[in-house]
Every structure is written in C-alpha cells, then in structure tokens.
C-alpha cells in the first residue's frame, strides 16, 4: 500500500509541476515575442530551453510512476 501511495503521489506531483512549467514556457515564449534585443532574446531562448528540459524530466517521472503503478 506504500508503494501505491507514493506512486499517486508522484504522479499528481509531476502532473502539477508539468502545468506550472508549460504555463511558464507560455510566458516565456509570449516574451521573446515582444523582445527586439537580440541579448534578451537569446538569454529567454536559454530559459526555455531549461523550461523544456525540466518539463521532460518531469515527464518521465510521472510515466515512470504510471508504468510503476500498473505493474
């Protein structure tokens, strides 16, 4: 039952951090849109890249705990 609990936990976790990081991808994108500064540009280009790169991370997270789940 543990393991049940942990699992559920982690995945509504991972489902709440992957929202909150697509709703911070939205705003950066949204900014890089209104940016004529290359140097701005460029550095929110970078946040987003670490935007999506921690969206997948938590990706495989919460698959790892569903495929954990109906095992």
Do not use: W
């Not at 699992?7 to 909150?20: D, F, G, N």
């Not at 540009?41 to 789940?69: C, P, V």
């Amino acid at each position: 039952m543990l393991i049940a609990t942990t699992t559920e936990q982690i995945t509504s976790s991972s489902r709440v951090h992957i929202a909150l990081v697509d709703e911070f991808i939205q705003l950066a994108l949204n900014r890089i849109d209104g940016q004529n500064d290359p140097f701005v540009r460029e550095s929110l280009a970078d946040l987003l890249s670490t935007l999506r790169e921690e969206r997948s991370g938590y990706l495989d997270l919460l698959n790892a705990a569903m495929l954990a789940k109906a095992a």
